[in-house]
């Protein structure tokens, strides 16, 4: 079932990112020769208009076949024909290109009104006065690799509901609370949590010096803890939040990318920072277990991030796209259509070898 929700949300979101080109494209004149769900072989195709609209076999991703937008096509002729996207001004080129990703950032801002319409479990720090928080639990927010925390077992959203250290024992009501108990619990702890799943489970670990910068001599456990509630607001509130939500996780998705680049140039990143199809098919799977508008919170976090890694300047991307016609505005002429395939096939390629090496690492991470 897990996987065939995957499926589900990736046709969804390729869909309306696909959409917003068509819908761009149609409106500025243009004619849109495919609309492809999937990428080829071909299923089946049923055509309306001038549009054929196609289900394809392999399902990670989509397309739009706008006319005019490849380098045979400049080759051809047709930027003297009024409904090639080549004909068009550069703007309207870049309107086009970037209307799927503005797409999937509305996406994600309807998913979050509705999410936070009908309440989804959050951090309740900083929560707004105007929102109504129910069911607050101590819950484990972060927990570093590595650590004894990691090592027994313990698990992100974790609800923490007793500690227990030579016969004294605390339900821990705040964050703070409990690292004080940790911290004194030297010889070792047992805690009880409630995981995502429900499941009532107990785990012994033993705290360890040197986690915490500036405090090394302070036993710990590699946790961050904090108050998660189930967070909502009135129908008249909600899609104000979700926008600031959605910019704010923008953001962070921005930010977090460029410090993932900066680690690659340095040689420090790694692949465990990644998470590719079958990785995200086991996190829809537990942000299921919490909830539909837990879901669909989710699910708006990853159209954000097909928004933001689409606009990356590569070829084969929207992103890559975009530079094309930044450079063809300056130069005043277009690129050498062969020069063109050549750097969209090396990034096609690299883009799927990319999803391939990530696939695999999700794989070895389950065997």
């Given at each position: ?82 409904d ?18 503005t ?5 994600a ?40 925390a ?22 821990p009501?705040?964050?703070k ?49 904090g ?10 509130q ?39 199809p ?87 991470r389950?065997?």
């Amino acid at each position: 079932m897990t996987v065939i929700i995957f499926l589900i949300i990736l046709a969804v979101l390729v869909f309306f990112h696909e959409l917003g080109h068509f819908v761009v494209a149609k409106w500025s004149g243009i004619r849109v020769d495919e609309f492809g769900l999937g990428f080829p072989p071909k299923v089946f195709g049923i055509r309306y208009g001038e549009t054929l609209y196609s289900l394809n076999l392999i399902p990670f991703g989509g397309f739009v076949r706008i006319f005019g937008e490849t380098p045979e096509e400049l080759v051809s002729g047709v930027t003297s024909t009024p409904d090639s996207l080549i004909a068009k001004s550069k703007w309207t080129q870049a309107l086009v290109l970037i209307a799927g990703v503005t797409a999937n950032i509305i996406l994600a801002w309807l998913f979050l009104s509705i999410a936070l319409g009908v309440g989804v479990p959050m951090s309740v720090e900083g929560v707004p006065a105007s929102a109504i928080v129910e069911d607050i639990h101590l819950t484990i927010l972060t927990i570093v690799p590595g650590t004894p925390a990691a090592k027994v077992g313990l698990k992100t959203g974790d609800q923490v509901l007793l500690l227990t250290r030579a016969g004294e024992e605390l339900v821990p009501t705040s964050a703070k609370q409990a690292i004080n108990f940790i911290s004194t619990s030297g010889d070792g702890l047992s805690i009880k949590v409630v995981t995502s799943k429900g499941e009532t489970v107990d785990y012994r670990v033993k705290p360890e010096m040197g986690l915490i910068a500036g405090a090394p001599n302070q036993p710990a456990l590699g946790v961050i803890l904090g108050q998660v509630g189930t967070v909502a607001f009135a129908w008249w509130q909600a899609p104000w939040q979700a926008f600031k939500m959605t910019i704010s996780l923008t953001k962070l998705t921005v930010q977090g990318l460029g410090h993932l680049a900066v680690q690659a140039v340095q040689g420090l990143a790694t692949l465990d920072s990644v998470t590719g199809p079958v990785g995200l098919a086991g996190l829809v799977g537990d942000a299921r277990t919490l909830g539909l508008a837990y879901l669909l919170s989710f699910v708006a976090f990853i159209s954000i991030n097909l928004a933001v890694l689409n606009l990356i300047p590569f070829p084969a991307l929207d992103g890559g796209r975009l530079l094309f016609v930044l450079i063809e505005s300056i130069k005043g002429s277009p690129i050498k259509p062969r020069i063109a395939n050549i750097l969209n096939l090396i990034g096609f390629v690299l883009l799927l070898s990319l999803m391939f090496v990530v696939t695999w690492h999700d794989i070895s991470r389950l065997l």
